[in-house]
């Protein structure tokens, strides 16, 4: 119940409990005696002034000190009322209250500073008439206000005593105040001074002050107080819950800081500290668009980290792994750019001939512009090595403005190269598909699964088990990484598989596949390849002009006969290598070069041709049978020599063949023994004889029908 009085804006706050007057009456209206009917007028600011209670005052206005000064050189008496507007410096008299307090000045002091302060005691109530004078300071005439008490009164009564129990109950609740003061208030007989008291102590506006002031009954006056007592024990109890509360949460961070800095010290001792490493991290998470469960686990493991010492081997583990959280691209996309007509221009641009293929992909495109997601087929580019189905997928993401990744499954046993490892494990990574995402910083690129026929599977696992649930539309929005710990969606992902063969391909995962064969380049593709994309390329690579020199079809055509054998253009392309190679040399040797290249000069540079066309001549060599062979470069012929010999009967054969040739040879002999006498052949020969059949070229494998 201690009040702050501030009389002017330059004086400092008064902090007090008001003195209970002794050896007089409560009231302090004892020695009232001959009051002289004009007195001195002090304006109080942000108080009031009630009857019996004693504060202290500093007067700092010059009127109001000239006031004080001559009311205390006097009789001490001077009138006392609130101004209505506390800002205003000089008051006018419509700017007091009519009813104030007559008080007593019981004593003044000079301050250094040049103010003054006085210790005043109200005396009774008084209503202003009239303001007599205004310099050099405010005098009024006033009447005195008599104080009615009721006689027996129980309403009165019992207003009082719980004026004096809710009092006990503000002081118990204000730690500022001595619990004496309880036992002063309870003591206190007159009634009128304890509502003024008590009053005066309140924290209420300064409009109900001198609402209560003036109230003439005092019944009434003490039925206000106790309506504005039960708001200052509702303000008690709130502070002093929300005082505990603070005092709490002080200690508690108090307790923490003091722990803190203990850890602080054992790290220092210990020399290390991972402050800045998760300030960073932290700095990073606040401009990351991630799902809650992402940001929770981030959060715990952040937790986690700062309790470790960066010496710790769980450190790194834990730090790691925040960190790939933090690299990938949870909800970061590149806009689509399904332009079909700018989609045609790239992959003409880029792939010669392959009309089908192109038509097919625009259509898959146009699908997916149409469908907006990805629920569609994988695409699988099946076909021989080096006719351009990893660069097909490159310029499809160049055609749909997509970041592009390839990942190599050439070769890939462990299933833990797909969903990763336990972070636990020591040298743990995340798999390769979360890997990729990691590195374009896109969560829908263009991905290329490169040579998904070459997966293997042995003791680790079954990788191709494990792409299933990557390929598979219905389920790859909640892919789980064993190393990331938490779903990842990649249904915004597109998936282009490449293979060479279809048949080594698990049929669960090529059912997940939509299969687009490439065939090899016809000689006069790979020619028309070579003039638009190759030789332009490889002059420039070796540092020669684009006009330096030419090459005609015919000699390009030779290059590819003779010096390559091989469905797609690697070799081709290794080979114009070598011719850019050895006429950079030329170049920098005589300063000159050959405006035309010719088939001599071919020769002269890639030396002895390594592949040469066959002919057959039949009539010229017996027992020479020619057949039609399949390979990725194209149809080619297939010589097969058969010779007899002396022997028992059987029949040998060589040449690397496969099961199926050998059951057809086998049947071919049946078939000549079965009709031998219809044929004109001695069936003796059956018997005597060994017939040996050879189809050249030992080293290669050969079957078919």
């Known amino acids: 119940m201690i009040k702050k009085y501030l009389m002017n804006p330059s004086e400092e706050e008064l902090e007090f409990m008001p003195i209970i007057p002794l050896n007089e009456d409560e009231d302090g209206s004892d020695d009232l005696q001959d009051v002289p009917p004009v007195l001195p007028l002090l304006p109080l600011r942000n108080t009031v002034l009630f009857p019996g209670v004693v504060i202290p005052i500093t007067v700092g206005r010059d009127k109001s000190i000239k006031a004080v000064t001559d009311a205390y050189k006097a009789d001490k008496l001077i009138g006392v009322v609130a101004q209505k507007d506390s800002n205003i410096e000089e008051p006018a008299p419509a700017d007091l209250q009519k009813i104030g307090t007559l008080a007593k000045i019981v004593k003044l002091i000079k301050m250094p500073d040049g103010g003054t302060t006085i210790i005043i005691q109200g005396k009774r109530r008084i209503q202003i008439e009239s303001i007599t004078e205004e310099d050099p300071y405010f005098k009024a005439k006033f009447i005195l206000l008599n104080e009615d008490v009721p006689k027996d009164d129980s309403d009165f009564t019992a207003m009082i005593g719980s004026i004096k129990d809710l009092a006990g109950q503000i002081v118990g609740l204000s730690p500022n105040l001595p619990s004496e003061a309880a036992i002063i208030l309870k003591n206190i007989e007159n009634p009128v001074f304890l509502i003024h008291f008590v009053g005066s102590n309140l924290h209420a506006e300064l409009q109900l002050k001198q609402q209560l002031l003036e109230t003439d009954s005092i019944k009434a006056r003490a039925e206000l107080l106790l309506n504005l007592m039960q708001t200052e024990l509702q303000y008690a109890e709130l502070k002093n819950k929300v005082t505990n509360k603070t005092r709490a949460e002080l200690d508690k961070q108090q307790r923490e800081y003091f722990l803190q800095q203990q850890l602080k010290a054992i790290k220092d001792e210990l020399g290390g500290d991972n ?106 580019f099946v076909g021989p090595p080096g006719i351009g189905k990893t660069s097909l997928g490159k310029s499809i993401a160049s055609a749909i403005n997509r970041k592009y990744v390839r990942v190599s499954l050439g070769g890939l046993h462990d299933e833990s190269e797909i969903r990763g490892h336990r972070k636990t494990y020591i040298g743990a990574m995340p798999g390769r598909i979360i890997q990729s995402i990691r590195k374009t910083q896109s969560g829908n690129p263009v991905m290329i699964l490169d040579e998904i026929d070459k997966v293997g599977s042995d003791h680790r696992g079954d990788p191709s088990s494990a792409l299933l649930e990557v390929l598979d539309p219905e389920q790859n929005n909640s892919f789980y990484d064993n190393y990331l710990e938490m779903e990842y969606d990649l249904s915004k992902v597109l998936f282009i598989a490449t293979a060479n063969s279809i048949s080594n391909i698990q049929p669960a995962l090529r059912d997940r596949l939509e299969i687009i064969e490439l065939t090899g380049y016809a000689v006069e593709e790979k020619v028309e390849i070579a003039k638009q994309h190759l030789i332009p390329k490889e002059m420039e690579m070796h540092g020669l002009k684009k006009n330096a020199f030419k090459m005609n079809d015919a000699v390009i055509q030779k290059v590819i006969a003779e010096y390559t054998n091989e469905s797609g253009v690697r070799e081709l392309d290794r080979q114009l290598a070598a011719i850019m190679r050895y006429q950079a040399k030329e170049i920098v040797l005589n300063g000159k070069l050959k405006a035309t290249l010719t088939a001599p000069d071919i020769e002269k540079i890639l030396k002895k041709p390594r592949y040469t066309s066959e002919t057959y001549k039949m009539a010229s060599i017996p027992g020479v049978a020619v057949g039609l062979a399949w390979t990725y470069t194209g149809g080619d012929i297939l010589f097969i020599e ?20 050998k059951e057809s040879a086998s049947t071919a002999l049946t078939w000549l023994h079965a009709n031998a006498q219809k044929l004109g052949i001695d069936e003796k020969l059956f018997q005597s004889k060994v017939a040996h059949i050879h189809v050249p070229e030992g080293a290669v494998p050969k079957d078919g029908p």
């Open 275 to 380: 402050v800045a490493e998760v300030k960073e991290m932290l700095k990073r998470a606040e401009q990351k668009k991630w799902p809650k469960a992402a940001h929770d686990m981030f959060h715990k493991g952040i937790e986690r980290l700062e309790r470790m010492h960066p010496s710790t081997p769980d450190y790194s583990v834990v730090f790691n792994h925040l960190d790939l959280m933090l690299d990938l691209p949870w909800e970061s996309y590149t806009e689509d750019l399904y332009d079909l007509k700018k989609a045609k221009k790239i992959l003409d641009k880029d792939h010669y001939g392959m009309d089908k293929i192109k038509e097919r992909i625009l259509e898959y495109l146009a699908v997916l512009k149409l469908k907006g997601d990805m629920k569609s087929p994988i695409l699988c």
């Open 642 to 661: 058969s010779q007899l010999v002396e022997g028992k009967g059987e029949l040998k054969l060589t040449g690397n063949l496969g099961n199926v040739m």
